[in-house]
């Protein structure tokens, strides 16, 4: 499975925050009476459980799972730092970790395992929740009808958060987008680990899997909006989707070298009056 480094987890999250859609209604969807269980796909450093263990209220109980030791090293320190902001209380209970405050009791561990090599033994949760962000773009059709299935036989609920859906806007355009978003849009669909990555068709294709196993869905849009004048947040995170979009679209296109590397100088070059809009979706299921 591809890694992601702390810094980049870190920079994205506030443009994740802002764009998450899963709305109040579709949070009363995934909230059952009493404990709820959730087991977290590929958490990094924790980013779902900041988002949406208080939206989700009452008492659950998290199960955490990367495939990078580093990242899951992370956790403990980055709710603990969240928290505090939020007023928030967080303990340890042997293995596990609290976080409580005013109608929330969340328990939570971790588990090291490479969803690349599939998702057995992994402790899907009856009647529970599974959930993953920034996750189903990159795995195969295949990898994600296991998923589906799984999902399924144990009842559980999903919210599959922030998967590309192939929007990728400029605002100026330059007369080599086109260009370079093609094989950049080309190259999410190389295998990272799970087989051939869906890529933009995650969303579609995850939604039309879970409706055919019988659960109501909710899609809705969860967009970046990037504006290189709102400040240095939003000019350190245009640079690094630039840099990254042009390194991919040179992995995928070589002999189109020249003019991937003029665009990323234009690109750079006017960071602070640019505004992009990178297109996710959120897809909340349930039985």
Do not use: N
């Not at 195969?140 to 806007?169: K, N, Q």
Request: charged content about 20%.
């Amino acid at each position: 499975m591809s890694g992601f480094s702390p810094g980049w987890l870190a920079l994205r999250e506030p443009f994740d925050r802002a764009a998450r859609a899963a709305g109040d209604a579709a949070m009363a969807m995934l909230r059952p009476p009493g404990l709820l269980q959730v087991l977290d796909l590929g958490c990094g450093t924790g980013s779902s459980l900041r988002a949406l263990a208080p939206r989700l209220g009452g008492a659950q109980r998290w199960c955490l799972v990367d495939h990078d030791p580093a990242l899951l090293a992370t956790v403990p320190q980055a709710v603990q730092a969240w928290a505090g902001s939020e007023g928030l209380r967080v303990q340890t209970q042997g293995p596990q970790w609290l976080l409580q405050g005013a109608g929330l009791q969340v328990e939570w561990d971790s588990r090291q395992a490479d969803l690349a090599t599939g998702l057995a033994g992994l402790p899907f949760p009856q009647a529970g929740l599974v959930t993953a962000s920034a996750l189903l773009d990159l795995v195969s059709e295949g990898w994600l009808a296991d998923l589906v299935a799984r999902c399924r036989a144990v009842g559980a609920a999903v919210c599959w958060a922030l998967s590309v859906d192939g929007g990728v806007d400029f605002t100026p355009a330059d007369p080599a987008d086109a260009q370079v978003l093609a094989l950049f849009a080309a190259h999410q669909q190389r295998d990272k680990g799970f087989g051939p990555a869906l890529g933009a068709a995650a969303p579609a294709r995850a939604e039309v899997l879970l409706r055919a196993a019988g659960y109501r869905t909710v899609r809705l849009q969860s967009d970046w909006h990037i504006a290189g004048a709102s400040g240095a947040d939003g000019r350190g995170m245009l640079r690094a989707l630039v840099d990254g979009i042009a390194t991919a679209a040179l992995e995928q296109g070589p002999h189109d070298a020249e003019a991937v590397q003029a665009w990323r100088a234009r690109r750079l070059a006017r960071l602070a009056g640019t505004r992009l809009r990178v297109g996710h979706a959120d897809l909340v299921g349930t039985l």
